[in-house]
């Protein structure tokens, strides 16, 4: 799972499901911590521990699940 990290504040956020997560959070810490500038050593961390953010991470989490119960509830039929 990948997280952010900046080189500057030396902080790690936490991990996010998807790339584009990470990659927000970067931009949203860039704007309020930086003016919007890159700082040095910034970069996207993988295999972060776990922990999804409200929002894009959410809704892929539950479309998975709606697919899944889906296809429980197809097999009952096709069996």
């Given amino acids: ?9 030396g ?3 936490r991990a996010y499901l998807t790339a584009a997560g990470a990659h927000q959070h970067g ?4 704007t309020r911590a930086h003016g919007g500038d890159h700082p ?6 993988a295999n972060a521990p776990f922990m999804p953010r409200a929002g ?3 809704r892929l989490i539950l479309a998975m699940v709606a697919l899944l119960a889906l ?3 197809c097999s009952r039929f096709i069996s």
């Fill in 1 to 9: 799972m990948p997280s952010y990290y900046c080189g500057k504040c």
């Fill in 11 to 13: 902080t790690t956020s």
């Fill in 27 to 30: 931009a949203d810490h860039r």
């Fill in 40 to 45: 040095d050593g910034e970069c996207l961390v």
């Fill in 56 to 58: 894009e991470d959410w």
């Fill in 71 to 73: 296809a429980g509830f």
